[in-house]
């Protein structure tokens, strides 16, 4: 159930993709290299959130990081709205449980209004998780998620909502069931447009 719903997940955003780029006739690949006016937009953000685990077992909390985005190096769409990679590192640290979150999120953003932009797009990462006198583990992790972004002059405001699918890994020193570290998170950002 979980592998079918990550494929198809995958394969939605893979067609939305497509379906965008098919009726561009300006598509640009590569444009770090083969685009004069290329920029890469700097973004940094500091991110503070809550996640929440599907196990049971694991409490939900608190979850920090910071994220840094630019445009897309590999290719361009025609027009105002571009593909952003967001590079995050989050934190979670409660009751024993250390995880950390590396992705990298590519979202399409729309321009809502001059100010103001939506983005979603697929990810993909590693968690690593170390609990206390268990084994710690990296695990890779795919992950969908959407997001707003508010625009003050090169200041930026955000939220974000994420759910992210992870391997399954044994935590348990002795043996034992493989777990993983499924979660949600609801996300919050302040940064710098460069």
Not at 71 to 89: A, E, H, K, S
Not at 126 to 138: E, M, R
Not at 140 to 165: P, T
Request: hydrophobic residues 40%.
């Amino acid at each position: 159930m979980k592998k079918s719903f990550i494929t198809s997940a995958i394969v939605a955003c893979s067609l939305l993709s497509t379906s965008l780029f098919a009726e561009s006739d300006k598509f640009c690949v590569f444009p770090c290299f083969t685009d004069d006016s290329w920029r890469p937009n700097f973004e940094v953000a500091a991110v503070v959130g809550h996640m929440d685990f599907d196990r049971s077992s694991i409490d939900d909390g608190n979850v920090y990081g910071i994220e840094l985005s630019f445009d897309c190096p590999v290719f361009t769409l025609p027009g105002d709205n571009l593909i952003r990679q967001q590079l995050n590192v989050n934190k979670y640290h409660k009751n024993g449980l250390k995880v950390t979150t590396i992705e990298m999120n590519p979202y399409y953003f729309i321009d809502l209004s001059d100010k103001l932009v939506l983005g979603f797009g697929p990810g993909i990462g590693a968690v690593h998780g170390d609990p206390d006198g268990g084994k710690d583990q990296w695990l890779f992790a795919v992950q969908a998620g959407a997001g707003l972004k508010y625009y003050i002059n090169d200041f930026l405001i955000g939220a974000d909502l994420r759910y992210q699918w992870t391997a399954e890994k044994n935590f348990n020193n002795t043996g034992g069931q493989k777990e993983d570290l499924d979660n949600m998170r609801c996300l919050v950002k302040a940064g710098y447009r460069f």
